[in-house]
């Protein structure tokens, strides 16, 4: 699913339908209420918007946009926890942002060539040292987007 233009890159992908969906089964698997601030969204998306083209990505694959979404969307942090929850995750916001890059590499596993990539396959270490990583060290939204490139593509072979 490659995009016309990066103005279009986040209007083409269901990222609004996957972030309510994760949030609604993350709020009832840590019986939590978890609220979202909709003007720090709506800057995720701009500022997804904005990497894309200053990156010189004016028609980004969806493991680039997956990319560059989990980046703004765990720097911005626009998940916060509702004062009447008792159970906390401190990384909300950076494994939000991941598993909804990943997710929308999934929907859209056709664009990567890659018809077998599934989050399911992902090691649950890799998972928590990545959201780790997002949490404690610098990243930036090019690096996003390699990591989502080579963990999306199935690609390993460097030579």
Not at 136 to 153: C, G, K, R, V, Y
Request: one cysteine or more; hydrophobic letters at 40%; a neutral charge.
């Amino acid at each position: 699913m490659t995009v016309d233009t990066h103005e279009d890159c986040l209007a083409k992908v269901e990222w609004r339908e996957i972030l309510t969906w994760l949030l609604a089964h993350f709020e009832r698997k840590y019986d939590c209420t978890l609220h979202v601030d909709g003007d720090v969204l709506d800057e995720v998306r701009k500022h997804t918007v904005l990497s894309l083209g200053e990156y010189g990505l004016a028609r980004p694959n969806i493991a680039k946009i997956a990319g560059v979404f989990s980046f703004w969307f765990r720097k911005l942090k626009p998940l916060s926890y509702s004062s009447n929850s008792s159970a906390r995750y401190t990384a909300v916001n950076e494994y939000v942002g991941l598993v909804v890059g990943l997710a929308l590499c999934e929907k859209y596993k056709a664009d990567l060539g890659n018809s077998k990539f599934r989050i399911a396959a992902i090691p649950q270490r890799l998972l928590s040292d990545w959201v780790n990583s997002l949490r404690f060290h610098s990243h930036s939204p090019n690096s996003a987007t390699m990591s989502f490139e080579l963990i999306t593509t199935g690609q390993t072979s460097v030579v």
